[in-house]
């Protein structure tokens, strides 16, 4: 009955490689979010669609690509992983309504040899 | 964008005695005011949140103020209890479905 989930929750790769995270949610929320958290817990949002649609997409190189193949996935995909990519990667979702709670995943910690 | 400053970093209390987090933000547009709590290896859970038309709320041992004018809100925490170590961000936004998250403030409630 897990609300946001995301798999793998750990992911240990070498450098150059491409991998993916997925995230399901089973709220109904229309509205979906990928967040960064770095080694020193500072959060930053990286992108959100809202009912398969981009509406954010904040200055994140482009070798992350998001994809929202229906409302209630949301799955991540990076190519070429580099060091600095090496973080935990969290998935939410909300109502798509202004202002509302947003229901996060346990989180993905990705790390690169 | 939005600059968002939390205090204290990290926060060290004795069971029972009481906690207080203050966030400020830049952005006088802010129409949200959510805390959300980390605990390890976990997402951060939304605690409380209050909205700009309300200057205080409440929720059993936990409460939000928020003063718009000076543009700071705060979370109190009372009578905490070993359950409430944890980190605690803030993340105001103006209702662009952005948050703008703090650095965190560590609790660590000695038993």
């Not at chain 1, 609300?3 to 399901?24: F, H, R, W």
């Not at chain 2, 290896?41 to 000076?70: F, M």
Request: net charge neutral; with cysteine; hydrophobic share 30%.
């Amino acid at each position: 009955d897990t609300a946001v989930s995301q798999t793998p929750k750990y992911l240990v790769t070498q450098m150059g490689n491409d991998k993916s995270i997925k995230c399901e949610q089973n709220l109904g929320h229309d509205t979906m979010y990928w967040y960064k958290q770095d080694s020193k817990k500072f959060l930053k949002i990286m992108f959100s669609y809202n009912n398969k649609e981009l509406i954010i997409n904040e200055t994140v190189p482009n070798r992350f690509s998001p994809k929202s193949p229906d409302k209630a996935h949301l799955n991540l995909h990076i190519n070429s992983l580099e060091l600095g990519d090496s973080a935990v990667y969290f998935c939410a979702s909300s109502r798509a309504t202004e202002n509302q709670p947003q229901h996060f995943g346990d989180g993905t910690r990705l790390s690169i040899l | 964008g939005e600059n968002v400053e939390q205090h204290p970093s990290t926060l060290s209390v004795q069971e029972g005695d009481s906690a207080v987090i203050k966030c400020t933000y830049s952005d006088s547009a802010s129409n949200y005011f959510p805390w959300y709590k980390q605990e390890l290896g976990k997402g951060p859970q939304l605690i409380i949140d209050i909205r700009s038309n309300v200057g205080e709320k409440k929720d059993q041992r936990i409460a939000v103020t928020l003063n718009k004018t000076a543009k700071h809100f705060s979370l109190h925490i009372t009578e905490t209890q070993p359950e409430d170590s944890a980190v605690y961000f803030c993340a105001p936004t103006d209702g662009d479905y952005k948050l703008s998250f703090g650095a965190g403030t560590t609790v660590t409630v000695r038993a």
